[in-house]
Nanobody, 124 residues
Framework: QVQLLESGGGSVQAGGSLRLSCAAS????????MGWVRQAPGKEREGVAG???????TYADSVKGRFTISKDYAENILYLQMNSLKPEDTAMYYC??????????????????WGQGTQVTVSS
């Protein structure tokens, strides 16, 4: 089992920045892919960004150039730096992980391990 704990959400005005963190514990050696998923009220979950164990990163088109995913492999902490935030970025943000070597950002909503989520609210 892998446990994920997010932090760093909050409220910010449009154009501002936030950094989310996700601390992983448990059987982290088995994890192949980690990423961030968001869900706005009334909308489906959306894969935002993901990173593999070898550092390959992928972003949703909606956040490219504004968000940066990174990972501290020694401490097993996943980060999401969010810049130039827009009101449409408002959502609950979840950290997700999976040990399937075929995992990608396109399958992230089916991942096996999830955090409890952290709210991000961007006001105009």
């Amino acid at each position: 089992q892998v446990q994920l704990l997010e932090s760093g959400g909050g409220s910010v005005q449009a154009g501002g920045s936030l950094r989310l963190s996700c601390a992983a514990s448990g059987h982290t050696f088995s994890v192949y892919y980690m990423g961030w998923v968001r869900q706005a009220p009334g909308k489906e979950r959306e894969g935002v960004a993901g990173i593999t164990t070898d550092g390959s990163v992928t972003y949703a088109d909606s956040v490219k150039g504004r968000f940066t995913i990174s990972k501290d492999y020694a401490e097993n902490i996943l980060y999401l730096q969010m810049n130039s935030l827009k009101p449409e970025d408002t959502a609950m943000y979840y950290c997700a992980a999976d040990n399937d070597p075929a995992a990608t950002i396109r399958t992230i909503t089916d991942f096996g391990f999830w955090g409890q989520g952290t709210q991000v609210t961007v006001s105009s």
